[in-house]
C-alpha cells in the first residue's frame, strides 16, 4: 500500500528543514551548496543549478547526492491543466516545454490538473516521459473531477506518471484500454488490427501502466485491470497486510476482503476506492484544499496556459486551412467546368494552374508544420503532383 497523503506531505515538508534549499552534497568534496536543479544539461552533461552560494553554476549531479527542500524554493505552485482528451500534437508539444520550463522555477510543486477523457496513447506516453524525466521538481496529479469527472484511458496514465496523485470526491481514475482513433471512431485494438496484432499493443500498454505505478509504489495489478477485462483483482489480507492479487497466486491462508475488479469488466476507482486501494494518495475537495494537504497553503498559485494556447492556435490554423482549401476547390471546380465548356483558354488556364499548385504547396507545408491538421498528407501531394502534370502538359 503507498504511503498517505498527510504522510508524503509531512516528509518533504521536513527533510532538512535546517538548510535553506534543496541541498547538493558532492560525495567526494563534501562540497555543500543549497538551490535548486533546472533541466538545462550542457553538452558536458553538467546541469544548471541555481544556488544560493554562487548563483547559476553547472554541477555533475552523478557526483552529488541531492536532498529536496521546499524552504529555499519559490513560494509557488505551476499549474498545468489537461482539460481535453489526448489527441493533438501541439498540445502534447506544449506540454512537454511547459513542465520543462515550470520546473526549472523553482517552484515547491507541480500540479498536473486533470480532467480528460484520454486519448492517443503514443501522445500519453511523451507526457508520462516528460514528467518521469522531471525529477527536480515534485510532480503532482490533481484529478479535478470536473466536466468529464475523471482521468482516463490515456490520461489516467498521465496521473499514474506523477509523485502523488489527490482526486477530488466526485471524480474517478481507470478505465485504461487502448483504442485506436478510425475516421473519428474509437476502436478497440483488437477489432482494427485483429486479435494476434491487437494483443501484441494492449500487452506493451498493459505492462507499461504496471510500469508507471510501481515506480512511485502504487499497486501495479490494479493498473493492469485498468487496460485487461480478463483479469479478476482480488483484495487479500495475509498476515495483516493487504495484496491486491489474481486467484492463482494466493496463497494457504490468505483472506480474500473483496473482489476489486471483477472479469469482463475494466477496472474504473472512485476517488474513495482510489485512495483506499493506494493508487491515489488522499482525496482532496479543492485544488485550495490539496495546497493545505501539502504544506503549502499560501504559495502562489501559477497556471499555465501553454496546451490552451496550443489548443487556440490549431483552432486558427485549422480555419486558415479550411478556408484556402475550399478557396481551391472552388477554382478546381471552375476551372474544370471551363475545359469541359471549351471556354478556357491556355493563358487562364496556366494561370489558374499556378494559383493552384501555390496554395496547394502552401497547405502542404501547412500541414506539415502542423500534422493535427485533419488532412491526409499523402492525398495533398497526389493533388499537387496531378496538378503540376497538368500543368507542364498545356505548357508544351
Not at 233 to 250: A, I, N
Not at 329 to 356: C, G, H
Not at 366 to 375: E, F, I, N, R, T
Request: charged share 25%; proline share 3%.
Amino acid at each position: 500500500m503507498k504511503t498517505s497523503g498527510v504522510v508524503f506531505a509531512i516528509v518533504l515538508a521536513a527533510v532538512f528543514a535546517a538548510v535553506q534549499a534543496d541541498t547538493f552534497t558532492h560525495r567526494s568534496s563534501r562540497a555543500v551548496y543549497h538551490g535548486f536543479a533546472t533541466q538545462t544539461v550542457s553538452e558536458g552533461g553538467r546541469t544548471l543549478v541555481h544556488t544560493l552560494e554562487q548563483g547559476p553554476i553547472a554541477l555533475n549531479l552523478a557526483e552529488f547526492d541531492v536532498v529536496y527542500d521546499p524552504k529555499g524554493r519559490q513560494q509557488s505552485v505551476a499549474v498545468i491543466p489537461i482539460k481535453e482528451a489526448i489527441e493533438f500534437e501541439i498540445q502534447t508539444s506544449a506540454f512537454e516545454q511547459a513542465i520543462i520550463n515550470e520546473s526549472n522555477k523553482g517552484h515547491l510543486y507541480i500540479l498536473i490538473e486533470i480532467d480528460s477523457p484520454g486519448g492517443r496513447i503514443d501522445l500519453a506516453q511523451r507526457m508520462c516521459a516528460a514528467i518521469i524525466n522531471t525529477r527536480n521538481c515534485p510532480t503532482v496529479a490533481f484529478i479535478s473531477g470536473q466536466s468529464v469527472g475523471g482521468a482516463y484511458s490515456a490520461a489516467a496514465a498521465v496521473a499514474l506518471a506523477c509523485n502523488a496523485i489527490y482526486m477530488v470526491p466526485t471524480s474517478s481514475i481507470g478505465a485504461a484500454t487502448a483504442v485506436l482513433n478510425v475516421e473519428g471512431y474509437a476502436l478497440d485494438l483488437k477489432e482494427a488490427l485483429g486479435e494476434t496484432v491487437g494483443e501484441k499493443i494492449s500487452s506493451v500498454w498493459r505492462n507499461y501502466l504496471a510500469a508507471l505505478a510501481q515506480q512511485n509504489n502504487r499497486p501495479s495489478l490494479l493498473a493492469k485491470a485498468m487496460e485487461d477485462r480478463s483479469i479478476e483483482v482480488l483484495e487479500v489480507r495475509r498476515q495483516d497486510r493487504t495484496f491486491f492479487l489474481e486467484s492463482h497466486e494466493m496463497l494457504t491462508g490468505d483472506q480474500v476482503v473483496r473482489i476489486r475488479c471483477k472479469k469482463d469488466e475494466l477496472l474504473t476507482l472512485p476517488a474513495a476506492d482510489a485512495a483506499a486501494c493506494g493508487i491515489a494518495d488522499g482525496v482532496v475537495e479543492s485544488r485550495e484544499a490539496l495546497r493545505q494537504r501539502l504544506g503549502c497553503p499560501t504559495a502562489e498559485v501559477v497556471v499555465n496556459p501553454a496546451l490552451e494556447e496550443a489548443a487556440a492556435e490549431l483552432d486558427k490554423v485549422i480555419k486558415r486551412f479550411d478556408s484556402l482549401n475550399q478557396a481551391l476547390d472552388s477554382k478546381y471546380k471552375e476551372m474544370s467546368a471551363k475545359i469541359a465548356s471549351s471556354t478556357l483558354n491556355k493563358n487562364q488556364a496556366v494561370k489558374d494552374l499556378q494559383f493552384l499548385i501555390k496554395n496547394a504547396e502552401y497547405l502542404s507545408r501547412l500541414k506539415k508544420a502542423y500534422p493535427d491538421v485533419p488532412v491526409s498528407e499523402e492525398v495533398m501531394d497526389e493533388f499537387i503532383s496531378a496538378l503540376k502534370a497538368d500543368y507542364q502538359a498545356i505548357r508544351r
